[in-house]
Nanobody
Framework: EVHLVESGGGLVQPGGSLRLSCAASGFTFSSYAMTWVRQATGAGLEWVSSINTDGSTYYGDSVKGRFTISRDNAKNTLYLQLNSLQTEDTAKYYC??????????????????????WGQGTQVTVSS
């Protein structure tokens, strides 16, 4: 059974940093593209960043240059480094596993339907 468990969220001041982790189990982690999405209160899901099986990375415009996605296949763990945090980054952050064990195009990585397993999320609150 696939399990994704996020951690690392918390309360941080504007301009601060956090590192989110997503521990994966139940599948061959290195064979799947992974993604981070977020959901602010009262809003829909927003795609944040993805990493392909070859390590190529992709970012939404609102986080480009501030967030960094990475993966450690030996530890079956996905990361998201959040720097220069803004109040608008306040949201619950979820990691998700791609549906197929193939490299995804940049277009398909942005589609929420490309993913078939989600974690329970970790809350990030940016406030002074």
């Amino acid at each position: 059974e696939v399990h994704l468990v996020e951690s690392g969220g918390g309360l941080v001041q504007p301009g601060g940093s956090l590192r989110l982790s997503c521990a994966a189990s139940g599948f061959t982690f290195s064979s799947y593209a992974m993604t981070w999405v977020r959901q602010a209160t009262g809003a829909g899901l927003e795609w944040v960043s993805s990493i392909n099986t070859d390590g190529s990375t992709y970012y939404g415009d609102s986080v480009k240059g501030r967030f960094t996605i990475s993966r450690d296949n030996a530890k079956n763990t996905l990361y998201l480094q959040l720097n220069s945090l803004q109040t608008e980054d306040t949201a619950k952050y979820y990691c998700a596993k791609a549906r197929l064990a193939v490299p995804y195009s940049a277009y398909n990585l942005r589609l929420l339907g490309s993913y078939d397993a989600w974690g329970q999320g970790t809350q990030v609150t940016v406030s002074s």
